[in-house]
């Protein structure tokens, strides 16, 4: 079984920042493509960011700039760094593992912005 944790999520004014951290553990034999997405009430969930092993990132078209993703491979963690944050930014944020073939899911790190 895989887990995966979400961590730093919070309130922040609209402009601000944040790093979201999400850790994969359990049976690991290797983590292929990381991403990060959101749902945000009302709204399905939506693609944010994902990364490759080799550090290849792919984007949605709204982040424009403001969101980056990394990730350490030596600790199975993948990041996300918001910037220039919007009240509509505002959502959980869902860490995503693909191992093996299936893809994992973090329970979830609410993020608020305000206005």
């Known amino acids: 079984q895989v887990q995966l944790a979400e961590s730093g999520g919070g309130l922040v004014q609209a402009g601000g920042s944040l790093r979201l951290s999400c850790a994969a553990s359990?049976?690991?034999?290797?983590?292929?493509?990381m991403g990060w997405y959101r749902q945000a009430p009302g709204n399905q969930r939506e693609l944010v960011a994902a990364i490759s092993p080799a550090g290849s990132t792919k984007y949605a078209d709204w982040v424009k700039g403001r969101f980056t993703i990394s990730r350490d491979n030596t600790k199975n963690t993948v990041y996300l760094h918001l910037n220039s944050l919007k009240p509509d930014d505002t959502a959980v944020y869902y860490c995503?593992?693909?191992?093996?073939?299936?893809?994992?899911w973090g329970q979830g790190t609410l993020v608020t912005v305000s206005s």
């Open positions: 359990g049976r690991l034999l290797h983590v292929d493509v």
């Open positions: 995503q593992g693909t191992v093996a073939g299936y893809d994992y």
